[in-house]
T-cell receptor
Framework: GAVVSQHPSRVICKSGTSVKIECRSL??????MFWYRQFPKQSLMLMAT?????????EQGVEKDKFLINHASLTLSTLTVTSAHPEDSSFYIC?????????????FGDGTRLSIL | SQQGEEDPQALSIQEGENATMNCSYK?????LQWYRQNSGRGLVHLIL?????REKHSGRLRVTLDTSKKSSSLLITASRAADTASYFC???????????FGQGTRLTINP
């Protein structure tokens, strides 16, 4: 079945560091990728939607200069948390789908646990 | 964005019993999807039911969809300890790219 690979699975770094998270669709072309943030025991909060080759669409309240998203190909999107601070510590999950088929499911990566010291 | 609602928020049952989770939503949909999330992991897609379908089965999973009531249910039969996880419904709304997730049900299967 379809697989989405997310890397790294865990990051621990100092405040002020920029962190890049990669999301790859391994056996399908992802016209659209999504980035979510999840707090403990809560549902997923959509941060942004990215379509291949165009600028990401950010949800209200999400700083685009803080969370840089690049979706340069149909198989790769990256999220860069710039100058990360402790309040950015969270679980980040990417997902991907091919919107050319509206009844295909959305597939998720395994998440990245980001801890900023 | 409007989030769907799931109930119960938490469910604890004995191994072997059936578990039922419900999901309600607010808009017209293309399909509704159920996902499972084990602690600290990503979401695993379980089943997708289209808006013109009323019931779907996959192994021990049974999903129903009532578009007139804008609701869906997920039934897990003969539950196992390994079914312990959070379960989320998500609607693929007409005219939108993104899924709208429910708040999730935390299911605990006691051995």
């Amino acid at each position: 079945g379809a697989v989405v690979s997310q890397h790294p699975s865990r990051v621990i770094c100092k405040s002020g560091t920029s962190v890049k998270i990669e999301c790859r669709s391994l056996d399908f072309q992802a016209t659209t990728m999504f980035w979510y943030r999840q707090f403990p025991k809560q549902s997923l909060m959509l941060m942004a939607t990215s379509n291949e080759g165009s600028k990401a669409t950010y949800e209200q309240g999400v700083e685009k200069d803080k969370f840089l998203i690049n979706h340069a190909s149909l198989t790769l999107s990256t999220l860069t948390v710039t100058s990360a601070h402790p309040e950015d510590s969270s679980f980040y999950i990417c997902s991907a789908r091919d919107l050319r088929n509206s009844n295909q499911p959305q597939h998720f990566g395994d998440g990245t646990r980001l801890s900023i010291l | 964005s409007q989030q769907g609602e799931e109930d119960p928020q938490a469910l604890s049952i004995q191994e072997g019993e059936n578990a039922t989770m419900n999901c309600s939503y607010k808009t017209s949909i293309n399909n509704l999807q159920w996902y499972r999330q084990n602690s600290g992991r990503g979401l695993v897609h379980l089943i997708l039911i289209r808006s013109n379908e009323r019931e779907k089965h996959s192994g021990r999973l049974r999903v129903t969809l009532d578009t007139s009531k804008k609701s869906s249910s997920l039934l897990i039969t003969a539950s196992r300890a390994a079914d312990t996880a959070s379960y989320f419904c998500a609607t693929d709304n007409q005219g939108a790219q993104k899924l709208v997730f429910g708040q999730g049900t935390r299911l605990t299967i006691n051995p």
